[in-house]
């Protein structure tokens, strides 16, 4: 009799973690990615490092699309994405809400913001700045928006009037064509911009430096699932393939990430500039 009950203890085991597995393969993954761009460039740049997911996982995908930064920081608020790729001080809040959990960054390099203003401006200072219009993608966006404000108010004691313009691309526009007195963005978008935007505007300053994006879980998300995706993106860069994917996120080097990357973003205080 005892070894009748092993033996179906030990059968309905292999049959649930089958069903198990099964789910894991016929579930859709939801991911979101923080706006930086318009959606038909983040599709461009994250579908074919979604397809690669699937092709060595077997785990289906999908991607969703967010119109703004504030819309983007509902939805993770709210636990709508499986997976998300948002800034470090998103994960902070992200973690306190939900429970997300960091599972890739890059590890070959920091983030910080930096503040352009146009060429022919003539200001050569922060305090050339005092009391002017500067653009940013949205009060939240953590390099081009909070924590340079952050560092402006802060360290420099700088008065401006913040514009919000919704998207990177967007702040560069508006210093070249003289709607704002400057601008704030971060390298990787800047060096994405058309020669023309690029050509017209220079960096006059650069904020602290931080821990770059993370890719991350929902808990509700099973411990094998991430695993596997992390392990996934972990190998593809280390092809010549997959490091050109993952390029145009960008992540030079990908390594794991970890919430301690991101606890020391609290000594400035972004709380105090973040807008719910």
């Known amino acids: 009799m005892t070894k009748y009950i092993t033996l179906m203890s030990l059968l ?25 761009f318009e959606i038909r460039h983040i599709r461009k740049i994250w579908n074919p490092i979604i397809k690669e997911i699937e092709k060595n996982t077997g785990y289906k995908l999908k991607l969703i699309g967010s119109p703004t930064i504030p819309d983007f920081e509902n939805e993770f608020n709210a636990g709508r994405f499986d997976f998300a790729y948002m800034n470090p001080y998103h994960i902070l809040l992200a973690e306190k809400s939900q429970g997300y959990i960091p599972l890739v960054r890059d590890i070959g390099r920091k983030l910080h913001g930096i503040l352009v203003v146009r060429k022919d401006s003539g200001i050569n200072t922060i305090k050339d700045l005092n009391d002017k219009k500067i653009a940013f993608p949205a009060p939240n966006a953590l390099g081009a928006s909070l924590l340079m404000r952050a560092n402006l108010k802060n360290d420099y004691g700088i008065d401006f009037n913040p514009v919000y313009v919704k998207t990177h691309s967007s702040v560069y526009l508006n210093v070249v064509v003289k709607q704002t007195d400057a601008g704030g963005g971060v390298q990787k978008t800047f060096n994405q911009q058309k020669n023309n935007i690029k050509g017209a505007l220079r960096i006059i300053h650069r904020t602290p430096e931080v821990s770059p994006h993370p890719f991350a879980a929902h808990p509700r998300v099973s411990q094998e699932v991430r695993n596997n995706i992390k392990n996934t993106l972990l190998l593809l860069g280390n092809s010549e393939t997959g490091k050109s994917l993952l390029s145009k996120i960008p992540m030079k080097k990908i390594g794991k990430a970890e919430m301690n990357d991101y606890i020391s973003l609290k000594k400035y205080k972004l709380e105090n500039f973040h807008v719910k």
């Open 12 to 36: 309905f085991i292999v049959i649930f973690n089958a069903t198990h597995v099964y789910a894991d393969k016929k579930r859709v993954y939801s991911i979101g990615v923080v706006p930086q």
